[in-house]
């Protein structure tokens, strides 16, 4: 019992990590290799408004949301546009971008025991004989709040619109008078945004680091291979494959061998469906 | 009608290169407001770079491109479409996993046709539904609300024609529009076509079938191997040496049939 509940929130854990960064990369095609740097970074920006300027954390949040939804949109504008187009460019961009922000935290000392986010609410409960603490069954909350809200967004308004055409064809979108810039940015600007969510939600279940940065980079990379680039339903069937997985691993193996299973699958799946469960393998004349 | 001091649309000395390929190669022209164009060639003379050079998706190597008299060369194909430019595409690509009326709303919520006609996001669903009713999806079939990835290939054309006509646009390139359609649906659209422009729409239009193409525009210009060799009324053009050539590939008399 204890395996299904807690395979369920790191799985739903997992799909927080991944849900910014496959947002962006199913709108505008650009695989944010900064991801986990503004994941962790929001952590210290909401730290650092509640320990310097004094703000509650429900104000401090809200603020290292939004501080790093403009993060994104800035990064967008400032150095992704100069390389747009050209993936391998984008690519090394934005991981670069990701190690100059987590080095510079660590050269900061944003590292050790001291930092770390309130919990929302204190406590616990029991289910069917599993403890388990009321900010897991926030996180697991959030999770389903955020991917209801999400699909409700994309589906019913305007700009939600234009992401799903965007996302569907860049080329017909631009005849159309879709400023693909504009949403290219606007995509930054919500995966960093979702990003940050997760963030305030997942990490006040332990201590922050930077390093964190590294891992929820490779959990969201693992993820979106595993379930396939740009699928939802893929993204979610590839967080609780792999969060069952770890779990498991956990329990029958050791935990150590809980970070070997990300990896695993990514090796496994690319070496037998490389286009991953829910993915298209795009046609000859796509890929040309 | 006031003559203004701009021509309406023109094109000065544009020019392409792809590499070592030129592929437009000093083509200029002139189009007057509510002008018909025809553009025809043989396969690979610069029909379609030409349309990618005017609507922005391409950027030229050289020469000019001017609309109402500012210059649009080398600007984003969402600002061109924004200006009033529209087009379809030879191969189309439409928003599959959208019902096809919502494919119009994304034209219909454009900055540019709420300056035009203002509405909100949401109270254009009827509009969308409309300019289907008028390309022949009629409002009572369910075609409008189907995906349009699970439409048949045929109808795709017509919508990727409503969808350049939701812009509301100034100008409309059509690039091979009847190419991959039915006798019937030619015979359909065209009499669309000729109307939006006898109500004032500017229209380019790529074409290989000529004898629709000569009944409705006003003027044809040829390319052959991205040169312009021709321009005038369809008669005129057809009488040129260089246009037959070009079309026969080869520089041969035909022969005036004998009387048995």
Not at chain 1, 90 to 96: D, G, K, P, S, Y
Not at chain 1, 181 to 202: P, R, T
Not at chain 1, 261 to 284: D, N, Q, R
Request: charged content about 20%; proline content about 4%; hydrophobic content about 50%.
């Amino acid at each position: 019992m204890s395996l299904l509940i807690y395979g369920l929130i790191n799985s739903v854990i997992l799909a927080l990590y991944t849900v910014g960064f496959s947002l962006t990369y199913g709108i505008s095609g650009l695989a944010n290799f900064a991801h986990g740097a503004l994941y962790i970074l929001s952590g210290f920006v909401a730290w650092s408004l509640m320990n310097a300027a004094g703000l509650p954390f429900a104000v401090s949040g809200i603020l290292a949301v939004l501080i790093t939804a403009a993060i994104g949109f800035a990064f967008y504008w400032v150095l992704i546009l100069r390389v747009r187009g050209i993936p391998l460019a984008e690519l090394i961009v934005t991981f670069a971008a990701g190690v100059a922000i987590l080095e510079l935290m660590t050269w900061k000392g944003f590292y050790g025991l001291r930092y770390s986010l309130p919990v929302f609410v204190n406590g616990g409960v029991e289910i069917a004989g599993v403890g388990i603490d009321y900010q897991r069954l926030i996180v697991l909350a959030s999770g389903l709040v955020l991917v209801i809200g999400l699909w409700l967004f994309v589906h019913h308004t305007r700009i939600g619109l234009a992401f799903r055409a965007m996302a569907q064809n860049e080329r017909t979108a631009l005849s159309i008078g879709i400023e693909s810039d504009w949403i290219g940015a606007l995509s930054l600007a919500f995966g960093a945004a979702l990003a940050a969510i997760a963030a305030m939600v997942v990490l006040p279940l332990g201590v922050m680091e930077s390093t964190i940065g590294y891992d929820v980079l490779i959990y969201a990379l693992a993820v979106a291979i595993v379930g396939g680039l740009e699928s939802t339903l893929g993204m979610i069937a590839g967080s609780f494959l792999i969060g069952y997985g770890q779990i498991a691993a956990a329990r029958y193996i050791g935990a150590k061998w809980m970070v070997i299973v990300p990896l695993a699958a990514i090796v496994f799946v690319l070496s037998v469906k490389p286009s991953g469960i829910f993915g298209k393998f795009k046609e000859l004349e796509e890929r040309v | 009608m006031e003559r203004s001091p701009h021509p309406f649309f023109k094109v000065e000395h544009l020019r392409k290169n792809f590499g070592g390929v030129l592929a437009v190669y000093n083509v200029s022209f002139e189009l007057r407001q509510g002008e018909f164009l025809g553009v025809i060639g043989p396969n690979g003379s610069g029909k379609t770079t030409l349309v990618n050079l005017i609507t922005g998706f391409v950027k030229p190597t050289s020469g000019k491109i001017f609309f109402k008299g500012k210059k649009i060369t080398g600007k984003k194909p969402y600002t061109i479409a924004g200006l009033g430019i529209a087009r379809t595409f030879q191969m189309v690509r439409l928003f599959y996993n959208l019902p096809a009326y919502k494919n119009l709303i994304i034209p219909l919520c454009s900055s540019r046709v709420k300056r035009l006609r203002g509405g909100r996001y949401g109270e254009k669903d009827d509009e969308a539904i409309d300019l289907l009713d008028d390309m022949g999806f009629e409002r009572d079939s369910r075609v409008p609300y189907k995906d349009v990835g699970s439409l048949p290939h045929g109808y795709l054309k017509r919508l990727d024609l409503a969808r350049a006509m939701a812009l509301r646009p100034d100008i409309l390139i059509l690039d091979e529009l009847f190419s991959g359609m039915s006798m019937s649906e030619v015979a359909s659209t065209l009499p669309l076509i000729e109307k939006f422009n006898r109500e004032g729409l500017t229209i380019i239009m790529i074409e290989h079938r000529l004898k629709e193409l000569f009944r409705v525009v006003d003027r044809v210009m040829v390319l052959n191997f991205g040169e312009k060799i021709a321009e005038g009324t369809p008669d005129e053009v057809m009488q040129e040496d260089e246009v037959k050539k070009a079309y026969l590939g080869i520089d041969v008399e035909i022969p005036p049939r004998e009387a048995v």
